[in-house]
């Protein structure tokens, strides 16, 4: 008997096993398989055009340099949260308000093992839970160790995602809208306004007799302090709504003009130092590129309008009342108030504002216009009309928006 070579036994046998081991090694994996794997890691993809949905789970991609956590507070999408078309458009403009962001866009996934909770099975399209992922493309010139972009983000170029300057307010009224970059987003906001009234240019009255007035000094200041919360923000459809209250500090640099002997001065006195104070409720639209805003406050703060002319003034209302059948106090406990604000240059508006005491003597309405950058001036122009004259007054208005403040370091 001749002895097993086994030198070429096993040469043999390792020959007769190389295709089996090349097959089990290198598997092809099939269109339906890739499908499946997608849809057990994401989910089931559906069309986001309709809704609602109910979110099971947001996620982002694409983000380096901004952090998750300050696009998710960007975003209402919320485990457990009905969620909306505008609701995901809404989420997508917040994120490409975002300095650094170019451009964000979204897909929506059904998730297979998360069913809709009873309450919402009558209201969801989806009997699944909806995973949203936010796909973002950020700036490569605020990225670290990447060269600085020369054309700036859309946002800053063009203004269309919202002004540099807050819109939280005119000159002496409310809008609806909050901060900056988180104008139209609910939520709570604190303003400080100054306004000064510096005197009268222009004015006519026929109270007593025909009269032309120029050039007469008025020195009040309205320092209030504006806390709102918007309460809904806007839509394509919607207004933008915000509650809010005034607290306002009136004071004069000089006393108010006699109507025959005015007098100037500079001291500051009690007696030309009143707390005035409202609640509103104010809605907020935009309409063809102009932000319209309608309100309404109820309290005193109306007062202060009787305050920029002496023929509202207790003793010319005395005077003129005679034998005292008409009131010697201009008072008011509510008032109407609407404006308009357009920004053909982002940082300086073009606005007028409309203040309206209901039932106060002689029917005063106060319009104020912020026109002084375009009219070549260093302060705006007011006009406040009473029956038998008006006056034309000169302004300067500031507003600091102390929350939420951002605006983006540069």
């Not at 457990?80 to 975002?98: H, I, K, Q, W, Y």
Request: with cysteine; glycine share 8%.
């Amino acid at each position: 008997m001749r002895p097993l070579n086994l030198t070429a036994l096993s040469a043999a046998l390792l020959l007769s096993w190389a295709p089996l081991c090349r097959a089990q090694s290198t598997p092809v994996l099939s269109s339906s398989t890739v499908n499946f794997s997608t849809m057990a890691l994401l989910g089931m993809p559906l069309t986001a055009d309709s809704g609602p949905w109910v979110i099971g789970d947001a996620q982002f991609r694409g983000n380096r340099g901004v952090s998750e956590v300050a696009l998710r507070n960007r975003i209402r999408a919320r485990r457990g949260v009905l969620f909306t078309n505008s609701d995901l458009e809404g989420d997508l403009a917040e994120l490409r308000r975002v300095p650094s962001i170019l451009k964000a866009d979204a897909a929506l996934y059904g998730i297979l093992d998360q069913p809709v909770p009873e309450n919402y099975r009558s209201i969801s399209v989806s009997t699944m839970m909806v995973r949203v992922i936010y796909t973002v493309e950020e700036d490569a010139g605020a990225l670290p160790g990447l060269s600085p972009q020369a054309a700036a983000p859309p946002s800053a170029k063009n203004g269309k995602d919202g002004p540099p300057v807050s819109m939280s307010g005119v000159v002496m009224t409310p809008t609806a809208y909050r901060g900056v970059n988180q104008y139209n987003r609910p939520g709570l906001g604190l303003d400080i306004d100054a306004v000064y009234f510096i005197g009268r240019l222009y004015g006519k009255n026929s109270l007593t007799e025909k009269k032309t007035n120029y050039i007469d000094r008025l020195g009040v200041w309205f320092l209030t302090a504006d806390a709102k919360m918007q309460v809904q923000s806007e839509t394509t459809w919607r207004p933008a709504m915000a509650v809010g209250v005034h607290g306002i500090l009136t004071l004069r640099d000089s006393p108010q003009p006699a109507i025959n002997d005015p007098q100037v001065t500079t001291k500051v006195s009690p007696q030309t130092t009143r707390m005035l104070s409202d609640v509103y409720g104010v809605m907020t639209k935009k309409l063809l590129g102009i932000r319209a805003s309608v309100g309404f406050a109820e309290g005193n703060s109306a007062e202060r309008v009787a305050m920029l002319t002496e023929f509202l003034r207790p003793d010319a209302l005395f005077f003129l009342s005679g034998s005292g059948s008409i009131t010697t106090q201009a008072k008011s406990k509510d008032t109407f108030f609407a404006s308009l604000v357009y920004a053909p240059n982002p940082s300086f508006p073009l606005a007028v504002e409309v203040v309206k005491p209901n039932g106060m003597i002689l029917n005063p309405v106060l319009y104020n216009f912020k026109i002084g950058h375009f009219l070549k001036l260093n302060f705006d122009v007011s006009l406040l009309t009473f029956k038998g004259g008006w006056d034309a007054l000169g302004t300067f208005q500031f507003r600091y928006t102390h929350f939420p403040r951002t605006v983006p370091k540069k």
